[in-house]
């Protein structure tokens, strides 16, 4: 049985990790903002078969109130083996566009409140000598595109920041996981047409359990999105400037 | 790419699709009609709705509590109607519970198995997932919601079980479980050849067995088939048989453009398929047993891109003569299925106004859509049916004329006053006059 912490608990990737942690007995805390919903998925884990199953209400961007939050956390599971960050925006790219104040919430939202709570956990972990750190970012972070480089830029920069992290606590038996999913069937992406590319959030979440077993770095979820990222990132930037990606 | 039934059948898109995602939350606003579609399982165009709009309802997948007391044979399992049969058995099987009525593919909602009031292979003990539906609730588009059950609202339960989607939304429900020792199935095959075989296996099995089931091969001068019989393992058999490994599933991949079922390969997979080798008793996990055809995801593909036709129908107890008359009829039109299934009903009431199963005979038949000539098969066996006094039914249904529905299904006029103004169906146009 692991403990498990889950921020963004209600996202889509997020509950579908948690349904198979709870279908081999893990215990679960789970953190969102909706307290009605996150409940809902908690009577959930507990029939799947989780041995126990709590939550906190917490916006990710309401800084003060992290550590709080990571105590309760703690203190309801008896300690701490897996922190999975997974909460995030889809920022509209063109409002961003004509709104600092609205870039820089979604950049608030996607990867200051990450990097505020993925340095606490860092620590803890840090201060324990084991535990594992699961942060959802995204192949939107491996290159900056027109149609939506805010979002691109906040995950680039949570990727970049896990990368240093990892190489902090490699050392101290602590693993640090970057998922990076491509195209996800969920409520966030539900106005998108949907083709081959498309993946459900179960597929992502198998993935994520998968690297965390496997002490990865880096995942790319399904795996052929590292193929076209390299692709993607190869491509000359004068080349590059002139797509419409 | 629109939603479409197991069938395939080409047919109007829905004008829009829209999603129930949270059970508390109200209708989502609509422009026309709403019916409810779970996983797309039944094969005609009860989950259909052209031109008007189709409400999603597989977001609403959560377990809410599960309740047995220590040593019960049941348990008490309460989850939202979009949960997938496939996820109950997932969560439940390794725990020694199990549906007290399964149909032929775990791919089907919780809603969809209420609103079809599907059976499976122990009907006649256990008659239809609908006697083990406890309570459930119905969302309507003027925004009321009743708790349903058979004592409560009994009236709204009575038209909601069977009712197609047509008298609102169901978001959750509660069904019993059934205790079993293990994952395990004993099962018997028995070859038999002619329709007075099969009845007397049917007759002897149906007192010793929990599940009994046949499979006919109607291109036969003679019927002949394959009687199978289960029964859930006790725990010191199962305990001899180790449980293998779970395949993953195959996949069939594309949609050939003409139906690879043909009277060529029917009459080939036919013959192999009856002179199988065949253990007259095995040991099988429950999946392989209840659930072949989901070991193929997407196998309705494999019949083209114009689709197929089930053609299910129940006649009374005494018309055994019609089910003979049936396969003659299809022997005679060239036109053979690719399974063609053989069970009788049992006594036991269904719970539903429109509900299928009634005591009797039931057979079940796959054609691919020949256009004309498989229509006119129908319009004969049809005519076979209502002679005898049967009915069809309307979850594998695409064709049948509406006098026959409404003639077959006797409380038609009583569940119309259920009906939701908002909600309608394909299904529902073509047979509602």
């Known amino acids: 049985m692991q403990k498990v912490l889950i921020i963004g608990a209600t996202s889509a990737i997020a509950e579908a990790t948690a349904r198979l942690c709870a279908a081999r007995g893990d215990a679960l805390f789970l953190v969102g903002r909706k307290a009605q919903r996150l409940e809902e998925i908690a009577a959930d884990l ?150 081959a590319l498309w993946a459900q959030p179960d597929d992502i979440a198998r993935g994520i359990l998968a690297a965390l077993a496997a002490k990865k770095d880096v995942v790319y979820l399904p795996g052929f999105w590292r193929l076209i990222m390299l692709i993607i990132r190869l491509i000359p930037e004068r080349i590059f400037k002139k797509l419409s990606l | 790419m629109s939603l479409h039934s197991w069938g395939r059948l080409p047919g109007a898109p829905a004008a829009a699709e829209l999603a129930l995602a949270e059970r508390t939350a109200p209708l989502p606003a609509a422009d026309g009609s709403l019916l409810p579609y779970g996983n797309g399982r039944s094969y005609g165009d009860v989950c259909l709705n052209g031109g008007g709009m189709l409400l999603r309802m597989r977001g609403l997948d959560r377990f809410i509590a599960f309740d047995a007391d220590p040593g019960a044979d049941f348990g008490v399992l309460r989850c939202e109607a979009g949960v997938l049969l496939a996820d109950i058995l997932d969560t439940f099987v ?107 296996l049917n007759a002897a099995a149906e007192a010793r067995h929990e599940y009994t089931v046949a499979w006919i091969d109607c291109l036969a001068a003679t019927p002949r088939g394959i009687f199978m019989a289960g029964d859930h393992l006790a725990a010191d058999a199962a305990q001899d048989a180790a449980r293998s490994a779970p395949k993953k599933p195959l996949s069939f991949p594309f949609t050939p453009p003409v139906s690879l079922v043909n009277g060529l390969s029917l009459r080939a997979f036919n013959r192999l398929y009856f002179h199988k080798p065949l253990p007259a008793r095995a040991t099988q996990d429950y999946a392989p047993y209840f659930y072949p055809l989901d070991g193929i995801l997407h196998w309705n593909r494999m019949y083209g891109r114009r689709g197929f036709y089930q053609y299910q129908c129940v006649v009374p107890p005494a018309a055994r003569g019609a089910i003979d008359e049936m396969m003659r009829a299809i022997a005679a039109s060239g036109q053979g299925s690719f399974l063609a299934v053989l069970k009788t009903f049992g006594e036991r009431t269904s719970p539903g106004l429109l509900s299928f199963p009634m005591p009797g005979i039931t057979l079940a038949l796959d054609f691919p859509n020949r256009g004309a ?39 038609f006029a009583e569940f119309t006053t259920y009906l939701d103004p908002g909600f309608a169906s394909d299904f529902w146009r073509r047979i509602k006059e």
């Open chain 1, 46 to 195: 507990r029939v799947r078969g989780a041995a126990q199953v709590d939550c906190a209400v917490l916006d990710a961007t309401d800084r003060a109130a992290h550590a709080a939050t990571l105590a309760t956390a703690e203190s309801a599971l008896g300690g701490l083996d897996v922190a999975l960050i997974a909460h995030g925006t889809l920022p509209d790219q063109k409002a961003c566009e004509a709104s600092v104040e609205l870039t820089l919430r979604e950049i608030d939202a996607n990867a200051l409140s990450v990097i505020a709570l993925a340095t606490l956990l860092g620590a803890r972990f840090e201060a324990q000598g084991r535990g594992a750190l699961a942060v959802i970012g995204s192949v939107a972070g491996d290159r900056g595109r027109q149609s939506n480089y805010v979002y691109g830029a906040a995950k680039g920069m949570v990727a970049l920041f896990l990368q240093g992290l990892r190489n902090r606590l490699a050392k101290k038996g602590v693993q640090v996981l970057t998922v990076k999913p491509g195209f996800v069937d969920t409520p966030m992406t539900a106005a998108f047409k949907k083709g």
């Open chain 2, 94 to 200: 390794p725990r020694g519970w199990f549906l007290p009525v399964t149909p032929g593919t775990r791919f089907v909602t919780v809603g969809g198995a209420i609103a079809n009031d599907v059976h499976g292979k122990n009907h006649h003990g256990a008659g239809t997932f609908g006697c083990h539906v406890l309570r459930f609730e119905l969302l309507r588009s003027d925004g009321s919601r009743r708790v349903c059950s058979p004592t409560e609202n009994a009236g709204w339960f009575a038209a909601t079980v069977g009712g197609l989607g047509l008298t609102g939304a169901i978001t959750w429900a509660e069904i019993r479980l059934r205790r079993i020792d293990g994952p395990l199935l004993a099962v018997e095959n028995t070859r038999f050849a002619g329709l007075d075989e099969f009845f007397a």
């Open chain 2, 373 to 411: 000539g498989t229509l006119a098969l129908f319009a004969r066996l049809d005519a076979i049916v209502t002679a005898a006094g049967g009915r069809l039914y309307a979850a594998k249904d695409a064709r049948m004329p509406g006098a026959l529905f409404r003639r077959g299904y006797p409380a």
